[in-house]
């Protein structure tokens, strides 16, 4: 809110400065024909005070006109009664004004209509002139102020979204693979059971995996280096329950500082995981291949998969991804196809398209 104010009173301060500018340039070239007797010297100097004088008029005008705009909930006719009141009330105050202080103290003459005949206070040309005068102003102010208003509305609707989309990702990624810990934990049980020499290195990667999640995971992007060695140690542990797994990855990354979203790609590798060789007899087989060339990623993995795959399951979790992708890379694309003994990820991202990164 007070960022809000502070940022309301520097436009304002800046419309009446650059208004002040504008009237006086005006106010001192219609000068130089109403009062060609008179040094520029003089005649800027009157110019600088009168239009000082006339924002003593415009600007209580111009606010009292966007209070009764935002702040009175009258109804409407009763509304432009009063924005009547308030104009006509400005034009007595600037018609006062210039007829019984600028013309006789500041140019000592008498005011007239066409250089000869004297204008009385109040006459139908020079108070249209007076109306004419405020009208602008307020045109003026109301413009600046809606726009402000606007853009501000729009500044806001953007915040709110993007703090729909984090909270949107934040939840997402809660989601995944929430029985990771619990099984490798039973793992390590057993392996401490059979004293096992793998146990200590098992129990550090699994503490390297759990702080990814719980930190690294955290920020809005990370390197893919980090994001790479953290797939490496979930493959590491899912060695463990899966002795007959053949894991292959390869990798080619001409950036590793490149950012990402993490926990995209580690995703498609824990459905691999999960759906693709859990329940599978025989040989099981996990490909991956991880390229970053010129800020385009290129994304391949492929298992084997079960015999009774659980369709809806991976479907649920092809859903979960398919939609942090949306968020975060609008233009990726995503090629998913399923054979009849193996599964297959295609995943690219075009770095430079991506608007969050």
Known sequence: MKSEGKSKLQVHLLFWLLYYILEVYLDFYWSRYQFP????????QNTL???LGYLLIKMPLGYALLYVYEKVH????????LYILIV?????????????????Y???????LDGKQPSGYINGLVAFNSFMDLIFMVGLVFGVEITRQKNLLKEQLSQLKSEKLDQELTMLKAQINPHFLFNTLNNI???????ADETPDVILQLAKVMRYNIYEAAEK?????????????FIQIQKIRHRDLTVHLTEDIDNPSQEISPLILIQFVEN????????SLGETFINIDIQLKNGILTYFIENSIEEKLHEHSTKIGLKNIRRQLELLYPKHILAVENKSNRYIVQLTIDFHDTSNL
């Open 37 to 44: 007797d008179f040094k520029w010297e003089i005649r800027l």
């Open 49 to 51: 005070i009168l239009e």
């Open 74 to 81: 009258f109804r409407s006719f009763l509304k432009y009664i």
């Open 88 to 104: 006509i009330l400005a034009v007595l105050g600037h018609r006062f004004f210039t007829h019984y202080i600028i013309y006789p």
């Open 106 to 112: 500041i140019y000592e003459a008498t005011e007239t």
């Open 189 to 195: 049980y057993g392996m401490a059971l059979k004293k």
């Open 221 to 233: 992007n990370i390197s893919i280096a980090k994001d790479i060695d953290n797939i490496k140690d």
């Open 272 to 279: 691999a995981f999960k759906h693709g060789i859990s329940e």
